[in-house]
């Protein structure tokens, strides 16, 4: 773990966000994880996405992550932006600036500056009450309507990150080109850089809201209504869930064994929903829980995984 913190410093932010105390000494990223009840899988997904500047293909890495553990890491993120961040570089700037009576270039800095914050602020309270609610209907098995889909749900939450970026950039443009050159020019060049710094992590934030999480909430979507649609129970995404699976076809339901045989009989996702009678995207979800379950995404690999746990016979296979 001290090695991955070595590598890029930006990841302490991600440790606390996690949960994971510090003074972890020569332990490993698993061995920490677990220490501090963090699911290691959700962990590394969050990791990999920050290091790799979102490079990385989301879909995959939202395969890997618990939903539930994803949503209480921005919670804690939205706490230390909104309770922390925001108030210490405000403290910063009032040192910096002239905040008498008579300047009134300062009095409207710092005014412009509490109105960000307060947009951050409305924003990831919007965030922990409709977003996250909707998502928690979701981890507890329960569609929130029928005629909608976090994607509708997310919409606003969307275009308020374009709406912080752009304020954002304006509060540092102003302090840049009108502050006084009189100024402390140090401690506000100080504060500019925790400016700065704030807002690429507030960036990669929303970023990860936007592709990790929305892919990540909308797979759990897909797989609580086809289960609705089958009328089988649903399951929390809970870390003990996550920790429980493994590649033994016991874990496999009678539903996912079948879709296995016909998968590796060579039939399409639309012609195994045809002969077992549910959607397209029913077929998709679980082929995406058995790749989940038996950490195999190749057709190739799944075939060698039937035959040899006894799934189908090896003249049923389609070479």
């Known amino acids: 773990m001290s090695d991955l913190i070595h590598d890029d410093y930006r990841l302490l ?45 989301v879909e995959e890495l939202a395969e890997r992550v618990s939903v539930a553990e994803l949503m209480r890491y ?9 309770d922390f ?28 500056y509490d109105e960000y914050a307060a947009e951050v602020q409305r924003h990831m309270q919007y965030e922990n009450e ?103 129970p649903a399951e929390r995404d809970t870390q003990k869930n996550k920790m429980e699976e493994t590649s033994n076809p016991d874990d496999l339901s009678e539903r996912e064994k079948e879709v296995v045989r016909l998968v590796v009989q060579g039939l399409s996702n639309k012609e195994i929903a045809d002969k077992m009678f549910i959607s397209a995207n029913t077929v998709m979800t679980h082929r995406r829980n058995i790749a989940r379950k038996t950490q195999i995404h190749s057709s190739a690999g799944l075939t060698i995984y039937a035959i040899v746990n006894g799934l189908i016979n090896l003249e049923d296979v389609k070479l």
Not at 46 to 53: D, K, L, Q, T
Not at 96 to 101: L, R, T
């Open 130 to 232: 409709h977003i996250h609610t909707y998502v928690q209907q979701l981890l507890d098995g329960k569609l929130p309507q029928q005629n909608s889909s976090y994607r509708q749900v997310a919409v606003q939450h969307h275009d308020n990150h374009q709406s912080i970026s752009k304020s954002s950039h304006e509060l540092k443009s102003i302090i840049i080109k009108y502050y006084p050159s009189d100024s402390d020019t140090q401690r506000l060049s100080d504060t500019l850089m925790d400016i700065y710094i704030m807002e690429e992590d507030l960036f990669s934030h929303c970023h990860l809201e936007d592709t990790l999480f929305a892919e990540a909430v909308h797979l759990l979507e897909m797989e609580v209504r086809s289960r609705s649609e089958e009328g089988e």
């Open 74 to 82: 921005l919670r804690r993120s939205h706490s230390y932006f909104v």
């Open 85 to 112: 961040r925001l108030p210490a570089i405000r403290r910063k700037l009032i040192e910096a600036i002239d905040c008498s009576a008579k300047n009134q270039l300062a009095f409207l800095i710092l005014k412009f």
């Open 13 to 57: 932010q991600v440790i606390s966000r996690f949960g994971v105390s510090l003074g972890f000494g020569d332990q490993s990223i698993d061995a920490a994880c677990k220490a501090s009840n963090v699911d290691t899988r959700t962990f590394l997904a969050v990791v990999n996405f920050i290091m790799s500047e979102g490079r990385l293909s």
